[in-house]
């Protein structure tokens, strides 16, 4: 493989969602050193979140290339001599990351030069933090989102005895856009105050509280008939991202009567930023982009502040309210500190700065002459009775090499096969969001 250079890179990124796509191709952006040319090739992981075309033109990156894969297609691709990248970037469901990384070492056994391995976060840590983290143990850089993250991270790894030294402290890459400016009545001359609730997929989980939430917004427009309120849909009914939603809002709001000052928007979430004036959520990453933006942001504690809603995240933040609260004009004040530790430069040049740090490690590595081999903490020795079948769902044996009787990669899928594929993950659409809800009240009868 050839020597990378300053003024050439070229980037593979692996994506199994529409906003793990948009995490790792705009990830990929902020690393590339200065003046680099980057050759950027897409791979969306085929599965139940494969992203629609909609979804991709939403999100609104560009890729030199873009094509559905399965993991062992990447795999081999990957493998061959003549394929030559500089980083790879694994935007993957922790499982699939750790699968991938077992796959890379096979592929790469006794290559004198291979490419630098790159994952992370999507958005907000809440949840399943060891089990996610050492899932992506093993990568040359594993990125945290935040200060916070990054020791959080470093103290997951040293606990069980692994290497911390990839844990590398960045910022999303996806804030940005223009500061808040209510102060300033010439921009937005004419626009009503505008609230927008930012939906997530899968919190809260339950009809009623979905129900809830969705009451409690009509309710605030019929009482602000001055305000524009907004609910702002991640997809549309069919269609799935990170997270499977089994009640779409958009279902819910069919049996609601809602005034005319309320609507559903979709789109890119900086777009709808721009005309925001107060942001609520749950606990959607959405909020740090509301913040980062200086625009008021609440995260509800109407269903109680739980780790399952995600909400316990924003404790010390400043931004924790009610429906009630906010119905009577409460306006939250954000914690600067906190805002600080969670990588949201609220103010000054810090996040122009956040990426540095990585982009000087990455530099330094691919300047090396060679990179270690990977080697991810869990292994059949490590975890026996874990890893086998988190390799097994992509077809890999426990050493990551293809099992016996892995589906070839040699040729396209006919168009019998493209039909059955298409009809069987509409099948499984239609079996989250129709069938499970309808046998889940049966049972509850």
């Known amino acids: 493989m050839p020597a990378s250079t300053s003024k050439s ?6 994506a199994d969602s529409d906003t793990r796509w948009k995490w790792g191709s705009l990830t990929a952006s902020r690393l590339s050193p200065a003046g680099s040319d980057i050759r950027l090739d897409g791979f969306l992981l085929r599965g139940r979140a494969t992203p629609t075309a909609r979804q991709l033109e939403e999100v609104g990156v ?6 559905e ?3 062992l297609e990447f795999l081999r691709e990957l493998g061959e001599e003549d394929r030559v990248y500089d980083v790879v970037v694994l935007a993957l469901v922790g499982g699939a990351v750790q699968a991938v990384l077992h796959g890379l070492s096979h592929a790469w056994d006794g290559r004198a030069k291979r490419p630098l391995v790159v994952t992370g976060y999507v958005g907000v840590v809440y949840e399943k933090l060891a089990d996610g983290l050492l899932l992506r143990h093993g990568a040359d850089l594993v990125l945290a989102n935040s200060r916070q993250d990054a020791d959080r991270f470093r103290a997951v790894y040293e606990g069980v005895g692994a290497d911390a030294g990839s844990v590398t402290e960045v910022a999303l890459p996806f804030l940005g ?3 808040y400016a ?6 937005k001359p004419g626009r009503p105050h505008t609230v927008v609730f930012a939906a997530q997929p899968s919190v809260p989980e339950s009809r009623k509280d979905r129900t809830y939430l969705l009451d409690r917004l009509i309710g605030h427009a019929r009482l602000h008939p001055d305000r ?15 997270h499977i939603e089994e009640l779409p809002y958009q279902k819910l709001v069919q049996k609601a009567d809602p005034p005319a000052n309320f609507r559903l928007v979709y789109g890119h979430m900086g777009e709808v930023l721009d005309r925001t004036d107060l942001l609520v959520t749950i606990s959607s990453t959405a909020a740090l982009e509301s913040l980062h933006r200086r625009i008021p942001t609440v995260v509800l504690s109407d269903l109680g502040v739980r780790e399952a809603l995600g909400n316990h995240h924003f404790v010390g933040s400043g931004c924790l309210a009610s429906w009630d609260q906010l119905d009577a004009g409460h306006r939250p004040v954000p914690d600067a500190d906190w805002v600080a530790r969670q990588g949201v430069a609220a103010g000054g040049d810090a996040y122009e700065t956040a990426f540095d740090a990585a982009r000087t490690r990455l530099t330094e590595l691919l300047a090396a002459d060679r990179l270690p081999p990977l080697a991810p903490y869990y292994t059949p020795v490590t975890a026996p009775g874990y890893l086998p079948g988190i390799l097994a769902r992509h077809h890999l044996g426990p050493d990551g090499g293809p099992l016996p009787g892995a589906p070839a990669a040699d040729r396209e899928p006919s168009p019998v096969r493209q039909f059955v594929r298409r009809a069987a993950r509409g099948a499984y659409r239609h079996g989250v969001q129709r069938v499970a809800p309808v046998i889940r009240r049966m049972g509850d009868l």
């Not at 890179?9 to 692996?14: G, I, N, P, S």
């Not at 560009?62 to 094509?67: E, F, M």
């Not at 209510?182 to 921009?187: F, L, M």
């Open 9 to 14: 890179l070229r980037v593979a990124v692996l």
């Open 62 to 67: 560009r890729a030199d290339s873009l094509r």
């Open 69 to 71: 894969v399965t993991a």
């Open 177 to 179: 856009g223009a500061a």
């Open 182 to 187: 209510e102060h300033d009545p010439a921009a």
């Open 228 to 242: 524009e309120v907004l609910l702002k849909l991640r997809s549309k009914p069919g269609e799935h991202t990170t």
